[in-house]
Every structure is written in structure tokens, then in C-alpha cells.
């Protein structure tokens, strides 16, 4: 009985872990519509200020942010699965995805918390135009940190999903496979970034750009169906 209730709540775990990763994908969703409905994510100076203030664009930030937490557990849960197959693989791929994800939260906290809701409010209540240029210039100073705070967020996704790739591979098993694939394209598609913005490589942008969306919505997508899957295969071996 108490074999068949761990297996049982295994199974529920990986559901769980499938939910996850299916709300990360509902968070670039929402973002998608943001996009469609106004929110421009290149808006900078005054503009860019200025729209942080826009509920639509305070809904797409804290949709986002929350979405990192929930892809923490997908993660784990893929660590988990492969751990007693490729050990070490599993674990520097949940290691390195542990980085992406702690670099994403602190950079989406700071973002949403002391920009939007606190620089942003005090540029636009500002009557005096030296206080205004003294609010723009922190945030110009933030947006220019994060050009380098970013090198290590996409490095940290490129060798997690690296990582992962190799722990999830199964010549013997399809599922295996196309996860195993959806992690290999989504450490290229952070090469990709780290390409354009850190060696010179500046005809990816409108590569980068293109795919994002797309892109994420099939990989982690395959991730929430293959995690849903894992759920099912613990059932039979229980059976």
C-alpha cells in the first residue's frame, strides 16, 4: 500500500511539475497579447517611462515574474526523472537552470518593484525637469546594468538546457527524444543571444526576435507534455 501511494504521488508530482511549465507558457502568451495591444518592449526614453505606468504593461511584468517560479519546479522535476540514468547531466542541468531562473527573478523583482512601481511613479509626478532627468538617468543606468547581467542569465539557460538535453536523450524512447530535442533548441536559441549581444553578431536580432515567441510556446510546451507524460508512465510501472 505504501509503495502504490509513492507512485501515486510521483505521479502527481509530475502532473504538477506538467502544470508548471504549461503556466510559464500561458505567461509568454499574455506577454504576446500585451505586445498586440500596445505594450512596445523597445519603448525607451520619455515613452518607455511613461508606459511603465500602464496597467496592460504591470500586468505582462508580473505575469512574467511569477512565471519563473513555477518553471523551477518543471526543472526539478526533469532533474528528478533522470537523475539514476545520467547523474551528473541532471544535476548541472538543474543547476545551471537554477541560475537562469534566480538571474530572471531578481532582474524581473527590480524591474517591476523599484522601476515601474516606484522611479517610473516618481518621474511622472515630478513637476521639476531636473528631477525628471535625474529619475531618467537611473533608470538609463539600470537599463545599461542589465546588458551585463544578462550575459550571465543567458549563459546559465544555454548550459542548463545543454545539460538537459543530454540527460533526457533515449535512443529508445520517442518522448525522450523530442524533449531531448526541445532542450537542444532552446540552448541554441540562447547561443543565439548571447551571439548577437556579446559578439558582434547583430544580424540575429531580428532573428532572436522572430522566433521568441513561437519558440518558447513549442518548448516549453513540449516540456509541460512530456512532464504530463512521465505522470502516466509512473502509473503503468505502479501497475
Avoid at 21 to 47: E, K, M, P, R
Avoid at 159 to 180: H, K, P, S
Avoid at 184 to 207: D, F, I, S, T
Wanted: aromatic content about 14%; hydrophobic content about 55%.
Amino acid at each position: 500500500m505504501n509503495s502504490a501511494n509513492d507512485f501515486n504521488s510521483s505521479a502527481n508530482f509530475y502532473r504538477f511539475a506538467g502544470v508548471c511549465a504549461a503556466f510559464y507558457v500561458l505567461a509568454q502568451i499574455v506577454q504576446q497579447v500585451t505586445f498586440h495591444l500596445g505594450i512596445n518592449d523597445a519603448a525607451a526614453g520619455d515613452q518607455g517611462i511613461l508606459q511603465r505606468q500602464m496597467p496592460l504593461d504591470q500586468l505582462r511584468l508580473t505575469v512574467i515574474l511569477l512565471s519563473f517560479f513555477p518553471i523551477t519546479v518543471a526543472f526539478a522535476a526533469v532533474a528528478l526523472r533522470r537523475a539514476k540514468i545520467r547523474p551528473a547531466a541532471s544535476l548541472l542541468g538543474f543547476a545551471f537552470a537554477f541560475l537562469f531562473v534566480i538571474a530572471e527573478i531578481i532582474n524581473r523583482s527590480i524591474d517591476l518593484f523599484v522601476i515601474s512601481q516606484r522611479w517610473a511613479v516618481e518621474y511622472q509626478a515630478a513637476t521639476s525637469p531636473a528631477v525628471k532627468q535625474l529619475l531618467a538617468e537611473r533608470i538609463e543606468v539600470w537599463n545599461e546594468s542589465f546588458v551585463g547581467f544578462y550575459f550571465v542569465l543567458r549563459i546559465g539557460l544555454f548550459l542548463g538546457c545543454l545539460c538537459f538535453a543530454m540527460a533526457t536523450w533515449d535512443a529508445r524512447e520517442r518522448w525522450n527524444q523530442v524533449v531531448a530535442a526541445a532542450f537542444a533548441a532552446n540552448a541554441a536559441r540562447a547561443a543565439g543571444r548571447v551571439a548577437e549581444g556579446y559578439m558582434g553578431q547583430a544580424w540575429l536580432a531580428p532573428v532572436n526576435d522572430a522566433i521568441y515567441f513561437p519558440a518558447s510556446v513549442v518548448i516549453y510546451g513540449t516540456l509541460a507534455a512530456w512532464l504530463w507524460r512521465q505522470a502516466r508512465q509512473i502509473q503503468q510501472e505502479n501497475l
